[in-house]
Protein backbone atom coordinates (compact mmCIF):
# COMPACT_ATOMS: atom_id res chain seq x y z
CA UNK A 1 0.00 0.00 0.00
CA UNK A 2 1.34 3.74 -0.56
CA UNK A 3 2.55 5.26 1.95
CA UNK A 4 0.73 8.76 2.87
CA UNK A 5 2.44 12.11 4.38
CA UNK A 6 0.30 14.67 5.54
CA UNK A 7 1.17 17.62 8.10
CA UNK A 8 0.69 17.17 11.34
CA UNK A 9 -1.59 20.16 12.18
CA UNK A 10 -3.21 23.28 10.20
CA UNK A 11 -5.19 25.99 11.86
CA UNK A 12 -8.19 27.59 9.68
CA UNK A 13 -10.23 30.54 10.37
CA UNK A 14 -13.83 30.19 10.63
CA UNK A 15 -15.71 30.53 7.55
CA UNK A 16 -12.96 30.31 5.41
CA UNK A 17 -11.76 27.37 3.07
CA UNK A 18 -9.75 24.59 4.98
CA UNK A 19 -6.57 23.05 2.06
CA UNK A 20 -5.66 19.93 3.94
CA UNK A 21 -2.55 18.45 1.55
CA UNK A 22 -1.46 14.75 1.44
CA UNK A 23 1.84 13.59 -0.03
CA UNK A 24 1.43 10.22 -2.09
CA UNK A 25 4.05 9.86 -4.77
CA UNK A 26 4.40 5.97 -4.51
CA UNK A 27 0.43 5.38 -5.32
CA UNK A 28 -0.12 2.80 -7.73
CA UNK A 29 -2.44 3.12 -10.75
CA UNK A 30 -5.58 0.82 -9.27
CA UNK A 31 -5.48 3.07 -5.90
CA UNK A 32 -7.68 5.15 -4.72
CA UNK A 33 -7.25 8.34 -2.17
CA UNK A 34 -9.53 8.42 0.93
CA UNK A 35 -10.25 10.65 3.07
CA UNK A 36 -11.91 10.19 6.83
CA UNK A 37 -12.36 11.82 9.65
CA UNK A 38 -12.07 11.65 13.62
CA UNK A 39 -13.77 14.60 16.04
CA UNK A 40 -12.49 14.18 19.04
CA UNK A 41 -14.00 10.68 21.22
CA UNK A 42 -15.68 9.56 17.85
CA UNK A 43 -15.26 7.17 15.40
CA UNK A 44 -13.97 7.94 12.17
CA UNK A 45 -16.60 9.11 9.53
CA UNK A 46 -15.85 8.91 6.00
CA UNK A 47 -15.61 12.20 3.69
CA UNK A 48 -14.75 11.44 0.24
CA UNK A 49 -12.63 9.63 -2.53
CA UNK A 50 -11.29 9.67 -5.87
CA UNK A 51 -8.90 7.49 -8.43
CA UNK A 52 -8.09 10.32 -10.44
CA UNK A 53 -10.52 12.78 -11.32
CA UNK A 54 -11.46 15.60 -8.95
CA UNK A 55 -14.70 14.66 -7.01
CA UNK A 56 -17.04 16.83 -5.00
CA UNK A 57 -19.89 15.87 -2.30
CA UNK A 58 -21.69 17.97 -0.12
CA UNK A 59 -18.73 17.69 2.25
CA UNK A 60 -16.04 18.52 0.87
CA UNK A 61 -14.11 18.45 -2.26
CA UNK A 62 -10.67 16.49 -3.36
CA UNK A 63 -8.24 17.60 -5.60
CA UNK A 64 -6.06 14.87 -7.15
CA UNK A 65 -3.16 15.84 -9.56
CA UNK A 66 -2.31 14.96 -12.58
CA UNK A 67 0.18 12.67 -12.12
CA UNK A 68 -1.64 11.38 -8.94
CA UNK A 69 1.03 12.00 -6.48
CA UNK A 70 -0.29 13.81 -4.15
CA UNK A 71 -3.99 15.59 -3.32
CA UNK A 72 -5.91 18.03 -1.44
CA UNK A 73 -9.09 18.18 0.56
CA UNK A 74 -10.73 20.76 0.96
CA UNK A 75 -13.36 21.76 3.24
CA UNK A 76 -15.24 24.68 1.51
CA UNK A 77 -16.83 27.33 4.60
CA UNK A 78 -15.02 25.44 7.57
CA UNK A 79 -16.67 25.35 11.12
CA UNK A 80 -15.95 24.75 14.20
CA UNK A 81 -17.10 21.47 14.37
CA UNK A 82 -14.90 20.30 11.52
CA UNK A 83 -12.17 20.44 14.08
CA UNK A 84 -10.59 17.41 13.69
CA UNK A 85 -8.10 15.05 12.69
CA UNK A 86 -7.86 14.81 9.27
CA UNK A 87 -6.83 10.94 7.65
CA UNK A 88 -5.13 10.48 4.32
CA UNK A 89 -5.63 7.14 3.27
CA UNK A 90 -5.00 4.73 0.00
CA UNK A 91 -5.84 1.75 -0.81
CA UNK A 92 -6.88 -0.28 -4.01
CA UNK A 93 -10.23 -0.81 -4.89
CA UNK A 94 -9.85 -4.25 -4.33
CA UNK A 95 -7.79 -5.28 -0.99
CA UNK A 96 -7.52 -8.28 1.34
CA UNK A 97 -9.31 -7.59 4.78
CA UNK A 98 -10.77 -4.23 3.87
CA UNK A 99 -8.29 -3.03 6.26
CA UNK A 100 -7.66 0.81 6.52
CA UNK A 101 -4.26 2.04 6.93
CA UNK A 102 -4.50 4.86 9.84
CA UNK A 103 -1.52 7.05 9.96
CA UNK A 104 -0.66 10.03 12.14
CA UNK A 105 -3.36 12.23 9.89
CA UNK A 106 -3.54 16.14 10.32
CA UNK A 107 -5.04 17.72 13.11
CA UNK A 108 -7.17 20.74 12.35
CA UNK A 109 -8.61 23.49 14.61
CA UNK A 110 -10.62 25.91 12.89
CA UNK A 111 -10.65 29.20 15.14
CA UNK A 112 -12.98 31.98 15.16
CA UNK B 1 -30.82 5.21 10.81
CA UNK B 2 -29.09 3.42 14.18
CA UNK B 3 -26.28 2.54 11.82
CA UNK B 4 -23.52 0.64 13.98
CA UNK B 5 -24.23 0.23 17.46
CA UNK B 6 -21.11 -0.71 20.07
CA UNK B 7 -21.92 -1.37 24.19
CA UNK B 8 -21.13 -0.63 26.50
CA UNK B 9 -19.18 2.85 25.83
CA UNK B 10 -17.30 2.62 28.75
CA UNK B 11 -16.19 -0.65 30.73
CA UNK B 12 -13.18 -1.13 33.76
CA UNK B 13 -11.54 -4.26 33.81
CA UNK B 14 -9.16 -6.01 36.53
CA UNK B 15 -6.52 -8.13 34.98
CA UNK B 16 -7.79 -11.65 33.94
CA UNK B 17 -11.21 -10.81 33.89
CA UNK B 18 -12.98 -11.60 30.61
CA UNK B 19 -15.73 -9.61 28.26
CA UNK B 20 -17.21 -9.51 25.54
CA UNK B 21 -17.57 -6.00 23.19
CA UNK B 22 -21.08 -5.73 21.34
CA UNK B 23 -21.23 -4.31 17.79
CA UNK B 24 -24.35 -4.74 16.01
CA UNK B 25 -24.87 -2.65 12.60
CA UNK B 26 -28.35 -2.20 10.98
CA UNK B 27 -27.41 -1.64 7.49
CA UNK B 28 -27.04 -5.44 6.20
CA UNK B 29 -23.65 -4.75 5.12
CA UNK B 30 -21.72 -8.31 4.73
CA UNK B 31 -18.03 -7.22 6.49
CA UNK B 32 -17.34 -5.84 9.25
CA UNK B 33 -14.15 -5.45 11.59
CA UNK B 34 -12.71 -4.45 14.78
CA UNK B 35 -9.92 -1.70 15.48
CA UNK B 36 -8.33 -0.49 18.43
CA UNK B 37 -6.47 2.97 18.98
CA UNK B 38 -3.90 3.69 21.55
CA UNK B 39 -2.96 7.37 22.32
CA UNK B 40 -1.10 9.10 19.79
CA UNK B 41 -1.44 5.87 17.44
CA UNK B 42 -3.71 5.09 14.44
CA UNK B 43 -6.43 2.78 14.84
CA UNK B 44 -5.35 -0.86 13.76
CA UNK B 45 -7.32 -3.92 12.44
CA UNK B 46 -7.88 -6.58 15.38
CA UNK B 47 -9.89 -8.76 13.35
CA UNK B 48 -12.68 -8.50 10.25
CA UNK B 49 -15.60 -10.57 8.54
CA UNK B 50 -16.19 -10.26 5.00
CA UNK B 51 -19.96 -12.73 6.23
CA UNK B 52 -21.64 -15.02 8.66
CA UNK B 53 -19.56 -17.82 9.14
CA UNK B 54 -16.11 -16.25 8.06
CA UNK B 55 -13.92 -14.13 10.49
CA UNK B 56 -9.71 -13.43 10.04
CA UNK B 57 -7.16 -11.99 11.78
CA UNK B 58 -5.80 -8.53 11.45
CA UNK B 59 -2.64 -6.76 12.26
CA UNK B 60 -3.16 -7.11 16.15
CA UNK B 61 -5.19 -10.29 16.83
CA UNK B 62 -3.76 -11.79 20.06
CA UNK B 63 -5.69 -11.78 23.21
CA UNK B 64 -8.98 -11.83 21.08
CA UNK B 65 -11.49 -13.69 19.71
CA UNK B 66 -14.41 -13.17 17.12
CA UNK B 67 -17.42 -15.17 15.59
CA UNK B 68 -19.84 -13.92 13.01
CA UNK B 69 -23.44 -16.01 13.89
CA UNK B 70 -25.57 -13.33 11.93
CA UNK B 71 -25.12 -10.88 9.62
CA UNK B 72 -26.04 -7.82 12.09
CA UNK B 73 -23.65 -8.83 14.82
CA UNK B 74 -19.80 -8.66 15.13
CA UNK B 75 -19.13 -9.70 18.99
CA UNK B 76 -15.08 -9.08 20.06
CA UNK B 77 -14.18 -11.93 23.24
CA UNK B 78 -11.38 -11.13 25.89
CA UNK B 79 -10.77 -13.89 27.36
CA UNK B 80 -8.14 -12.75 30.07
CA UNK B 81 -8.13 -9.01 29.93
CA UNK B 82 -4.41 -7.46 30.12
CA UNK B 83 -3.26 -4.12 31.25
CA UNK B 84 -1.89 -3.75 27.41
CA UNK B 85 -5.51 -4.17 25.98
CA UNK B 86 -6.30 -1.19 27.19
CA UNK B 87 -7.76 1.12 24.56
CA UNK B 88 -10.58 2.65 22.77
CA UNK B 89 -12.27 0.12 20.58
CA UNK B 90 -14.20 0.97 17.58
CA UNK B 91 -15.91 -1.69 15.22
CA UNK B 92 -16.42 -0.76 11.64
CA UNK B 93 -18.91 -2.14 8.94
CA UNK B 94 -19.35 -1.93 4.54
CA UNK B 95 -21.37 -3.25 2.25
CA UNK B 96 -19.37 -5.51 1.17
CA UNK B 97 -15.84 -6.93 1.18
CA UNK B 98 -14.92 -5.59 -2.08
CA UNK B 99 -15.99 -2.13 -3.46
CA UNK B 100 -14.80 1.35 -2.53
CA UNK B 101 -13.58 1.45 1.25
CA UNK B 102 -16.34 3.56 2.43
CA UNK B 103 -16.80 2.09 6.48
CA UNK B 104 -19.25 3.07 8.50
CA UNK B 105 -17.33 3.34 12.28
CA UNK B 106 -19.84 2.66 15.85
CA UNK B 107 -18.94 5.44 18.39
CA UNK B 108 -16.27 3.20 20.48
CA UNK B 109 -16.23 1.36 23.33
CA UNK B 110 -13.41 2.67 25.78
CA UNK B 111 -11.76 -0.39 28.00
CA UNK B 112 -9.46 0.20 31.12
CA UNK B 113 -7.74 -2.75 32.40
CA UNK B 114 -6.21 -2.59 36.05
Known amino acids: DAKTTQPPSMDCAEGRAANLPCNHS???????VYWYRQIHSQGPQYIIH???NNETNEMASLIITEDRKSSTLILPHATLRDTAVYYCIVRALYNQGGKLIFGQGTELSVKP | NAGVTQTPKFQVLKTGQSMTLQCAQDMNHEYMSWYRQDPGMGLRLIHY???????DQGEVPNGYNVSRSTTEDFPLRLLSAAPSQTSVYFC?????????????FGAGTRLSVL
Open chain 1, 50 to 52: GLK
Open chain 2, 49 to 55: SVGAGIT
Open chain 2, 92 to 104: ASKPTSGGANIQY
Open chain 1, 26 to 32: TISGNEY
